[in-house]
């Protein structure tokens, strides 16, 4: 299993690098910061959609599955992106949003005219069911030129797709080896379990996930979309978003046989600081469940030989350095982006990193809502009830945009020489890529360290994982072949005091050694061979 060695870098391209000066990343903009992705040690770089697109929902509203956004650049920047990156060992990851497009799709514009064949692309009722959205409100909107609801489960420029009608399947079939044939080497497919409804559609429990969620046809799918697409081409590496779904489904989707997909995306530990499971709560940290979840999932992938991902942050996160418990100065706060890096990225699994993860990006203060841009984080403030106050306080741990701001590359900003689309964190004179290349402790030498510790060490690579109790602590080992390496993370701002024997200290953050026991710092962690 390869794979289990692999790290990819995701890139937000509205939010990497401007080079024409419209406020707007773009391809070009990767292109200029290839080699610094190399350098940390990624194998593949994941960009989120680039497709034409409305933007209602940050380009996951596809409105051309074969056209590059002009927004972005030209189709000839992107083969130029494919060429450069392959050589220099990068390979390409697109984001294939499948469960819905947008309502400016021709597909959808030829239904609301009429059109008996394209009505059928989607799913559409008389007598709606009480499913609720998930960017809020219900999931369903009356469409008068045809006389019914449409189903959207996020937002309503973004209509359902009916994947039990055979000509949808193969349309998605040929957008997939369309971008194969232009080299594409990875896809990400976007909440993939939610393309099998159950039929016939009814009301269900609460919100109504139990009856699109990991649906009866979702395996025969995924099936038939590797056998007709990416699997003539087992380099090609697959993952898929998996929205309120199950270890015994996560297994099925990413069993060794990998007749499906190579690996899947769960969230249920992006989910430890939800009040009562609430994302919009804030100042909450449930440690025992983290501890509980990673052993969980992490023991059952081991058990059932599937790959799992690994991952703190991504689009839809707000940012990983300020989640948790909130460090207290500069120097714990470094200690914790080294932390958090070593619990994660040492387990068993493909590591993704998203950008700005690296050195440290922290989330916006929200001081307004005309901060934000974010659909969700919109629908939510406009439906809440709670103060002003209180509602900017939640956003600013919470909202989507938090992970969307725009990547921090100098002390003057560097992302674009005009207004950004989206605000940019004003902290990037103190957190920026410059000011961490030649500092050897900085988060991103210890990632550039991490990364490549792991990818030349089969034991962090392949190795069993294990996990040890302790009250305070997280700690596993990984063993592969006589040979056990412990880590051991401090979430916590205290000082924390383990007993441990130990043959050698590989990586040292933040711990004071005297004789069997380790004396860990607020936020410390340490990587010791046992």
Request: glycine share 6%; with cysteine; proline share 3%.
């Amino acid at each position: 299993m390869k794979e289990l060695g692999y790290f990819v870098y995701q890139i937000y391209p509205k939010s990497f690098l401007d080079t024409t000066g419209n406020g707007i990343g773009d391809i070009n903009g990767i292109r200029k910061k290839l080699r610094y992705i190399k350098g940390l040690g990624f194998d593949y770089i994941w960009l989120t959609p680039m497709y034409v697109s409305p933007q209602k929902d940050n380009g996951y509203d596809v409105a051309d599955y074969r056209k590059i956004d002009p927004l972005f650049g030209t189709e000839h920047d992107f083969d130029m992106l494919i060429k450069e990156a392959t050589e220099l060992g990068l390979q390409v990851m697109m984001d294939m949003v499948f469960n819905h497009t947008s309502d400016q799709h021709q597909w959808f514009q030829k239904a609301l005219s009429g059109d008996q064949h394209y009505q059928e692309y989607y799913i559409w009722s008389e007598s709606p069911t009480t499913w609720e959205s998930k960017f809020g409100g219900g999931a369903w909107e009356y469409a008068p030129s045809v006389g019914k609801y449409y189903l959207h489960l996020f937002d309503k420029s973004q209509p359902d797709l009916n994947w039990e009608n055979e000509n949808v399947r193969k349309e998605i079939y040929d957008i997939v080896n369309y971008w194969i044939k232009r080299g594409v080497k990875g896809f990400r497919f976007d909440v993939i379990n939610l393309i099998s409804k159950r039929y016939p559609l009814v009301n269900g429990e609460g919100d109504g996930r139990l009856e699109y969620t990991d649906g009866p046809r979702i395996h025969e799918f995924l099936t038939d979309l590797r056998t007709n697409t990416f699997a003539s081409d087992e380099s090609i590496l697959t993952v898929g978003e998996m929205s309120s779904t199950s270890i015994t489904a996560c297994c099925k989707y990413a069993g060794p046989k990998r007749d499906e997909l190579d690996s899947v995306f769960h969230f249920h530990h992006l989910k430890v600081d939800y009040l009562d499971m609430n994302k919009w709560s804030k100042d909450h940290f449930d440690f025992e469940m983290l501890k509980d979840l990673f052993k969980t999932w992490q023991l059952a992938m081991q058990d059932a030989e599937v790959v799992d991902t690994l991952f703190w942050s991504n689009h839809d996160q707000p940012r990983i350095a300020s989640r948790f418990i909130a460090a207290t100065n500069a120097e714990e706060q470094l200690r914790k982006n080294k932390m958090i890096a070593m619990m994660m990225y040492l387990m068993r699994g493909i590591s993704y990193i998203y950008q700005g993860e690296e050195i440290g990006m922290e989330n916006l203060k929200v001081t307004s809502i005309d901060d934000l841009v974010d659909v969700e984080s919109i629908n939510y403030y406009n439906a809440s009830t709670d103060s002003i106050a209180d509602k900017l306080a939640i956003l600013s741990q919470k909202s989507r945009d938090n992970g969307r701001t725009p990547m921090q590359w100098n002390a003057s900003g560097g992302f674009s020489d005009s207004t950004p689309w989206l605000k940019q964190n004003e902290n990037f004179t103190s957190i920026n890529v410059d000011s961490q290349l030649t500092d050897t402790d900085s988060t991103y030498s210890f990632y550039q360290q991490i990364i490549n510790l792991k990818k030349n060490d089969n034991v962090l690579i392949y190795g069993k994982i294990e996990f040890i109790d302790d009250p305070k602590l997280l700690i596993y080992t990984r063993t592969l072949a006589g040979v056990t390496y412990m880590v051991i993370t401090n979430v916590w701002n205290e000082e924390i005091a383990y007993p441990a024997k130990f043959k050698n200290v590989i990586i040292n953050n933040g711990c004071e050694l005297s004789g069997e026991v380790i004396k860990i710092l607020p936020f410390g962690s340490l990587l010791i061979e046992v």
